[in-house]
């Protein structure tokens, strides 16, 4: 089965390429490489630096003609949203537009969609279920909620089939520093060069930290998952970063020096999100224990540092 990844040179996409390939379906891979890194793109897989905006984006939809696309590529930093929404808006919703209409043109069967917890804004009672209104503070949850509209609509017109799913705080390994949830590898590259961690708050602010490979797994289950459906990839569990910060220190094992700051305007205290939707009708749950992922993060940044 031939899937067409957006943003597979990306954090999370270049982990559902490397399950795409484990199963042996074809995968072909766009990004631009704006925060991702080629050398994420296993060797052999086809390979195209595009713009999800631009109109050559259809010569890769002629010449590979995928069955499924996986949609993972987008501008994903709130705060650059918050100074650039146009850009924002032009990357996330536009750039999905130019997406589905050749998902549509070129008769894919599945799209999948990477959206985000951003998509709530605060949240009114906690976990988060997918039933919880949508109301994002930031551009762009605004932009990927908007995308998702788009999705609704593409289906009921023109039969796309698709599966969105609204990812918690991902992390682990080959995360940028800059993206949207980039506490876990701001805190651990800077714990294994044993310089400070600055937390804004008391640092008992909660997050839902799931890790990447599970998020893959999920992005798999949605292939052959028959319905449109939107789904929280999430684990249910709020994690306090004070929290963070002691796991870590335990998978150092070194003591971290920490500074409080000011908390910063527009922060979300706490947030985490159900997964129950996802376990009964996606098949799927988290299953790498959060300690179990820091450490595997933890390793893998040690060995860029030696290298
Ligand atoms: N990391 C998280 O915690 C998180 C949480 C919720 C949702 N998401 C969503 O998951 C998806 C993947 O994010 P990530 O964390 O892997 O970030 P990432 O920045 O590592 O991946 C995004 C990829 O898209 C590419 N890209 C960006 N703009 C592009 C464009 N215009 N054309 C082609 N390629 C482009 C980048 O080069 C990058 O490789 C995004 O859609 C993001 O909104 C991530």
């Known amino acids: 089965m031939k899937v067409l990844v957006t ?13 795409i390939i484990k199963l042996g379906w074809e995968p072909i891979v766009v990004d631009d490489l704006s925060t991702g890194n080629l050398s994420f793109v296993p060797k ?17 939809f002629r010449m590979h003609n995928p069955q499924v696309v996986i949609h993972q590529a987008a501008q994903v930093s709130v705060e650059f949203s918050s100074r650039q929404p146009f850009t924002d808006c032009e990357i996330n919703t536009l750039g999905t537009l130019n997406i589905l209409k050749l998902c549509a043109k070129y008769k894919v069967s599945k ?5 985000s917890a951003a998509v ?3 949240a009114k009672e906690v976990p988060i279920t997918e039933n919880h209104s949508v109301l994002p ?16 609509l593409y289906q009921q017109l023109y039969g796309l089939n698709y599966t969105i799913l609204r990812y918690s705080n991902v992390y ?23 310089q400070q961690l600055t937390v804004y708050g008391d640092g008992n602010q909660t997050r839902d930290f799931v890790f990447v490979r599970d998020v893959a797994k999920a992005n798999i289950q949605a292939v052959t998952y028959m319905g449109n459906e939107t789904f929280n990839i999430s684990t249910n569990q709020p ?4 929290e963070l910060i002691a796991v870590l220190q335990q998978s150092l094992s070194q003591p971290l ?3 409080y700051a000011d908390p910063r305007a527009g922060d979300i205290k706490d947030s985490y999100l159900s997964y129950a939707r996802a376990k009964q009708l996606l098949k799927w749950e988290p299953q790498i224990a959060f300690e179990t992922g820091i450490n595997e993060t933890v390793e893998y940044y040690q060995s860029l540092v030696r290298n």
Request: glycine content about 10%; hydrophobic content about 40%; proline content about 1%.
């Open 172 to 194: 682990g390994m080959r995360q940028n520093m800059h993206s949207e949830a980039g506490v876990v590898s701001i805190f651990v590259n800077k714990a294994i060069k044993e």
């Open 120 to 122: 709530y804004g605060i």
């Open 137 to 152: 503070i930031s551009f762009y949850g605004l932009s990927k909620y908007s995308a998702e509209q788009y999705i609704h």
């Open 239 to 242: 994690v306090a970063l004070n």
């Open 111 to 115: 799209l999948v969609y990477a959206s």
């Open 257 to 259: 020096e920490i500074i």
């Open 7 to 19: 943003g597979g040179a990306g954090f999370i996409g270049s982990f559902i390429v490397e399950e």
């Open 44 to 60: 052999n897989t086809p390979f195209y630096n595009i713009d999800i905006r631009s109109q050559s984006l259809e010569q890769v």
